[in-house]
């Protein structure tokens, strides 16, 4: 099928405009791919079968704050896509809303309020409707469509909520959004000047259900699938913490403008005319790993027992699912922190939504391409925080994973010369298999919560905690704030400005918007998704502290305890401050940790290399490759992994004279305290930024190992 560039179709429409401008009434109005001079209201105003919908679209206003109808801003300037459902799709669901006993007949005379025909109104609408704004190639052909079903769209509808697409594999053309709402397949990819249509035969209306409310309805209807994870998730007390939507303060805040845009960034180093976006929103959300009932029963324990809770703690204790370290209770206070049942069941669940699509990241990691975005090379992992109490979670896939999995510890090719994938796996450390496409995989039902069924138990025992130890953690730095998930500002597959630069709300002027960080009132914190550009971080993503920064983040637990270095990586470039660096465990009094790290440190400056002990490795002399190393490391430096290229192919890897690790922190640190950094500034200027990429924590047996020196991956 023939793709088309955003210039193309924008070509096209001009072509036909000239060709329209004098002879509109000869076109043949009966072919859908002629691409007509008219808006999507003036193409739905002409076709009888969209006629209840248009009478919606003039009712339904565009915002609170705002008296313009969703039928003007479809008949001005814009890029949108929109979902048009058909006469008959509008009027069946009126008749499901009787059957719900929500209206007596299927008539919109029929609503009890005013209030509440309104509010069905815009779920129709809002739910139809993608707004693309400025973003280039902003509204969606189908074969624009994600690849892969159950993936969502870049970018949300009016509702502010991602639309999913699935696909049916016997079926071709069939495709449906959010399961269930089949596109026509004569009457879909309808161009206009301001967007594309796509007629639907149902009406989208998700029900917004949290992951409480759904959880509760499949124990009311004993429904099976996951009926044994959600009755530990109730006894533990879970329902309540799962029933958070949105941080409603915030939403008020930004709605009566208190939360602003960050404006004059050029003055950072910024280009001309940047700005930087506050979030929408502050939406929560959650994760959920489970082990299926399938899996219980096989272990014999039915998962309708009215002992289930007693059942799975001896299965917890009889199969070692903790680890030698951990202090926990057995009795039935399932509700509390120190219960075993508590803790093993908060090891499944994260508090951040994670849609399949991201739960890692491939983007410019060694050997891949975005050319072949389903061609994987070396393992890409992600690591994450908990729920309940903190521990280290584990997400992995590389190209001989087929599939991400938890907590697998591959066997890598990772010398000097090697490619950095994966060789094999031994059995014993697989992992558990986290299954996206299995039926009973929850992705798009839940407003604030995704479900994963997975191939294997899941527990923070002795051997997870060993492997994480052996194998060096890298973190990007975005992975320590939930709410970048949450609220789609991590990664998001787009590059209009809104996207690209996000302000963070400052801690002290407005709201404390990221929990894990907080700020000074003389520094502006800003998320650079540098999607669409080329830079040499894990991700390309950054992330930026500008101003006179003085800036504190919680970081994740370490596995076991023991001495680890803990590494900061920098892309050197003269925009870049020097930052004294605290580290510990008490947030009130942190500690100094070394002398102020020189952000601005780049060895393509000879004196810069010279300081850091930064020489090219050789390409047959790995003895004198190992000396560099070991020069770098005598003066506190590491160069940049291996691992991360850009992302047009270039190899850059441990040779990019710009990138360096900064080793900040030797010490014993233990996995039962909560580790803060702090970076403040020691200069005047306040026109100096806080970079930020990855940190790494690293333990002795690896940076110090007499047999098998730390790789350079």
């Known amino acids: 099928m023939i793709r088309f560039t ?85 009027q069946n669901y009126l008749e499901s809303l009787v059957e719900e006993g929500l209206i007596p007949e299927a008539s919109w005379d029929a609503f009890p309020s005013q ?19 400025d973003e280039p190639d902003a509204f969606y052909y189908t074969y624009d469509f994600p690849d892969q079903s159950g993936d969502e769209f870049i970018l949300g509808n009016l509702n502010d909520k991602k639309l999913s697409v699935h696909y049916v594999s016997k079926y071709p053309d069939s495709i449906y959004i959010n399961n269930d709402c089949p596109i026509s397949i004569t009457e879909r990819d309808i161009l206009s000047i301001n967007g594309i249509i796509h007629q ?24 099976e699938g996951f009926l044994a994870c959600f009755r530990i998730i109730q006894a533990c007390g ?116 994670i849609p399949k699509a991201k739960l890692v990241f491939h983007i410019n990691e060694y050997g891949y391409s975005m050319s072949r975005p389903y061609s994987y090379t070396i393992p890409v992992c992600e690591f994450y925080t908990t ?19 938890i907590n697998r510890f591959p066997v890598t090719d990772n010398t000097r010369r090697g490619t950095g994938e994966e060789i094999y796996c031994d059995p014993q450390k697989v992992g558990s298999l986290v299954d996206t496409e299995s039926p009973l995989a929850v992705l798009n039902d839940i407003t604030n919560c995704i479900i994963y069924p997975i191939s294997a138990p899941i527990s923070y025992n002795d051997d997870v905690r060993n492997d994480l130890q052996r194998n060096r953690i890298r973190f ?36 404390n918007y990221f929990e894990n960080m907080q700020q000074n009132a003389d520094m502006n914190f800003v998320y650079y998704n540098a999607w669409n550009d080329d830079w040499c971080n894990l991700n390309r993503d950054e992330m930026k502290a500008v101003g006179r920064f003085d800036v504190m983040f919680k970081l994740p637990p370490v596995p076991r305890r023991g001495t680890y270095e803990v590494r900061y990586k ?85 040779n990019d004279r710009e990138n360096i690790r900064h080793i900040f922190v030797r010490q014993t640190l233990d996995p039962n305290e909560t580790y803060y ?16 990429d990855y940190i790494e924590y690293c333990a002795k047996e690896i940076y110090d190992n007499p047999n098998e020196p730390e790789d350079i991956w």
């Not at 209030?115 to 815009?122: A, L, T």
């Not at 609220?487 to 407005?510: C, F, M, Q």
Request: hydrophobic residues 35%; negative net charge; charged residues 25%.
């Open 387 to 405: 729920m309940g109490k903190r521990r280290l979670f584990k997400l992995i896939e590389s190209g001989a994973s087929n599939g991400v999995y």
């Open 200 to 223: 639907i035969g149902k009406v989208i209306a998700p029900k917004d259900i949290t992951a409480a409310n759904y959880i509760q309805q499949c124990l009311d209807e004993k429904k």
């Open 570 to 654: 920098v892309l050197a470039n003269g925009n870049r401050g020097i930052a004294q660096i605290y580290f510990g465990s008490n947030p009130e009094q942190l500690p100094v940790a070394g002398i102020p790290i020189d952000l601005t440190l780049n060895c393509k400056n000879p004196l810069d290399a010279k300081k850091v002990g930064w020489e090219d490795d050789q390409p047959n002399d790995d003895d004198y490759n190992a000396e560099i190393d070991k020069r770098m490391r005598n003066n506190g430096y590491m160069k940049g992994s291996q691992s991360v290229n850009s992302s047009d192919g270039t190899e850059r890897g441990v």
């Open 238 to 353: 879970l329902l309540d913490t799962l029933k958070a939507v949105r941080d409603e303060k915030y939403e008020e805040l930004y709605q009566t403008g208190q939360i602003s845009n960050l404006e004059g960034m050029t003055s950072y180093g910024f280009a001309e005319g940047s700005i930087a976006y506050a979030p929408k929103h502050r939406f929560y959300g959650f994760t959920i790993f489970a082990e299926p009932d399938d899996f219980w029963r096989s272990e014999g324990i039915d998962p309708n027992a009215p002992d289930l809770m007693q059942k799975v703690t001896q299965w917890i204790l009889d199969n070692h699912q903790y680890s030698d370290d951990d202090k926990f209770t057995t009795d039935e206070n399932y509700k509390s922190e120190d219960n075993l049942l508590y803790q093993w069941i908060t090891y499944h669940m994260l508090p951040m939504r």
């Open 6 to 90: 955003h210039s193309l179709k924008l070509g096209i429409v001009a072509a036909c405009l000239a060709c329209l401008w004098g002879c509109k009434e000869s076109i043949d109005t009966s072919s859908r791919y002629v691409f007509k001079y008219e808006t999507i209201l003036s193409y739905l105003e002409r076709h009888e079968a969209y006629s209840s919908y248009v009478d919606l679209l003039r009712e339904v206003d565009v915002s609170k704050i705002s008296n313009s109808k969703v039928s003007q801003l479809l008949s001005a300037r814009g890029a949108f896509t929109v979902f048009a459902p058909t006469n008959e799709a509008i």
């Open 677 to 692: 950094i702090r970076l403040k500034s020691v200069l005047e200027s306040d026109r100096k930024e806080f970079y930020m």
């Open 115 to 133: 209030q509440k025909r309104d509010s069905i109104r815009k779920v129709i609408v809002f739910n139809s409707i993608i707004n693309g704004e």
């Open 476 to 511: 990007d730095g975005m992975s320590l704030f939930p709410e970048a998930m949450n609220n789609d500002i991590r990664l998001k597959k787009a590059t209009g400005e809104d996207a690209k630069h996000v302000y963070i709300p400052n801690t002290v002027r407005s709201y």
